[in-house]
C-alpha cells in the first residue's frame, strides 16, 4: 500500500489531547492515533474492505495488553467477550 503524506493544522489543546490519548492508549504516535481514527470513520460509512493487516492486528493486540495492564480493561477474555457482541 503506497502511503502519502497529509498536513493538518489543528488548535493546540487538541494536539495536546491527543498526544495525551496516544501515549495512554498505546499509540506510538498522533500521527498513528489520526489514522486509526479516520481508518474507522471512513470504514463505518463504507463499504471498504475491514480485513485486518498484520500491522493492524499487532497494533490491536498491543492496545489490548496496556489496556489490561494499566487496569483499564478485564482480562483478556473479557475483552475478546466485548468484542464478539
Known amino acids: 500500500m503506497a502511503l502519502q503524506q497529509i498536513n493538518l493544522r489543528l488548535p493546540t ?3 495536546a489531547a491527543a498526544k495525551n490519548y496516544a501515549e ?19 470504514m463505518e460509512k463504507s463499504e471498504f474492505d475491514e480485513t485486518f ?3 493492524e492486528i499487532e497494533l ?3 492496545l ?4 489490561i495492564k494499566n487496569g483499564l480493561l478485564g482480562t483478556e ?3 475478546r467477550k466485548i468484542l464478539r457482541s
Open 60 to 62: 490491536i493486540e498491543k
Open 64 to 67: 489490548a495488553e496496556v489496556s
Open 24 to 42: 495512554h492508549f498505546g499509540f506510538k504516535n498522533v500521527q498513528e492515533l489520526t489514522t486509526e481514527a479516520l481508518r474507522e470513520k471512513v
Open 13 to 15: 489543546n487538541l494536539i
Open 77 to 79: 477474555e473479557e475483552l
Open 53 to 55: 493487516s498484520e500491522k
